[in-house]
T-cell receptor, first 114, second 113 residues
Framework: GAGVSQSPSNKVTEKGKDVELRCDPISGHTALYWYRQSLGQGLEFLIYFQGNSAPDKSGLPSDRFSAERTGGSVSTLTIQRTQQEDSAVYLC????????????FGPGTRLTVL | QQQVKQSPQSLIVQKGGIPIINCAYENTAFDYFPWYQQFPGKGPALLIAIRPDVSEKKEGRFTISFNKSAKQFSLHIMDSQPGDSATYFCAASTSSNTGKLIFGQGTTLQVKP
């Protein structure tokens, strides 16, 4: 079936603007993760959703970052008042939790804040 | 304690060589250790993963060696090919928790023809 999809693939915005990034997980996957990959850096966990449970927001770097997952499927990551240090590739992954931690990643959204 | 340290940062080998990438961790609660392969402009793709109840796992040309007492694990790529040129990330997670992955910093591998 289809893999994880993300949109847009690229986003250029001006400092101070809000942006929304979208993730469509693999159908039937109950767990959804957002990660951030900054230039030359590894991947950094941001937030985790599992079914109807409260999300794990422990990786969000500031209160300008928020995310929601509607209907247990599509997720949106919102960054308010973007800063230049927010420039990165934002990756979404989904997992069929009963199969353990095997996470499947989308292609990412490259965010550039000017 | 949540860190996963990966080395080397970059690696160049000749075709047919056996690149080895190493990772070390501190948190003994980690119980799942995957390796991901990432090509430019793409998301990471799961390559192979191991749990601490085994010391080695092979899938095709890729092998993970795991040393629980040393808290280290490594990826070996047998008979490497130019198409293996990519960035490789090790990671670790705790299945009893959210399963969020803690990644190493990545290794850029170049396999020369």
């Amino acid at each position: 079936g289809a893999g994880v999809s993300q949109s847009p693939s690229n986003k250029v915005t001006e400092k101070g603007k809000d942006v929304e990034l979208r993730c469509d997980p693999i159908s039937g996957h109950t767990a959804l993760y957002w990660y951030r990959q900054s230039l030359g850096q590894g991947l950094e966990f941001l937030i985790y959703f599992q079914g109807n449970s409260a999300p794990d927001k422990s990786g969000l770097p500031s209160d300008r970052f928020s995310a929601e997952r509607t209907g247990g499927s599509v997720s949106t990551l919102t960054i308010q008042r973007t800063q230049q240090e927010d420039s990165a590739v934002y990756l979404c992954a989904s997992s069929l939790l009963r199969r353990g931690n095997e996470q499947f990643f989308g292609p990412g959204t490259r965010l550039t804040v000017l | 304690q949540q860190q996963v340290k990966q080395s080397p940062q970059s690696l160049i080998v000749q075709k047919g060589g056996i690149p080895i990438i190493n990772c070390a961790y501190e948190n003994t609660a980690f119980d799942y250790f995957p390796w991901y392969q990432q090509f430019p402009g793409k998301g990471p793709a799961l390559l192979i993963a191991i749990r601490p109840d085994v010391s080695e796992k092979k899938e095709g040309r890729f092998t993970i060696s795991f040393n629980k007492s040393a808290k280290q694990f490594s990826l070996h790529i047998m008979d490497s090919q130019p198409g293996d040129s990519a960035t490789y990330f090790c990671a670790a997670s705790t299945s009893s928790n959210t399963g969020k992955l803690i990644f190493g910093q990545g290794t850029t591998l170049q396999v020369k023809p």
